[in-house]
């Protein structure tokens, strides 16, 4: 299951907003119902995970958590506890808990950003912010290819 693209969405007065139909048409391909939202571990954003790669997600973390590592059990307690499971209504709507805006900064405008297994949702300023600087990302991407190094 692969996501890609950028699309822009309102949030109502409710904290409702369309997933993308794109996405939608990924997810019923693979016959995910369940939707998990958290706040994203680097960014000011929100992940959207599909119920099996969220179900990946902990099982890789649980794996590498001994239950005798408090620093391990601490990790994996905040990441499973700052989640929340979504569902999309009829109309392709989730309904955003209103913590879940104010920690990424929503307010109206948002984009929707398909990475990989997972959908992000930004604020549509932040997200428009990420992409003003194009050498800084070929410049990660020349470091990462010619080098095995994380990006700074």
């Not at 699309?7 to 996405?23: C, L, M, T, Y």
């Not at 995910?32 to 959207?48: A, P, S, V």
């Not at 997600?57 to 990441?79: C, K, P, S, Y």
């Amino acid at each position: 299951m692969r996501f890609t693209g950028n699309i822009d969405a309102k949030v109502d007065e409710k904290g409702r907003v369309f997933v993308p139909s794109s996405f939608r048409k990924i997810l019923q391909k693979e016959e995910e119902q369940g939707l998990i939202l958290r706040r994203d571990i680097f960014q000011r954003c929100l992940t959207l995970y599909p119920q099996q790669v969220w179900n990946e997600q902990v099982d890789a973390i649980t794996a590498r958590t001994n239950m005798f590592d408090r620093n391990g059990r601490n990790a994996l307690r905040q990441f499973v506890a700052g989640a929340e499971a979504v569902s999309m209504d009829s109309g392709g709507r989730i309904l955003i808990p209103k913590r879940y805006l104010e920690e990424a900064n929503i307010k109206n405008d948002v984009r929707f950003i398909g990475v990989d297994n997972i959908i992000e949702v930004w604020n549509k300023q932040d997200a428009e912010a990420l992409s003003s600087q194009p050498e800084a990302l070929a410049d990660c991407l020349e470091e990462m290819m010619n080098a095995p190094q994380e990006c700074k």
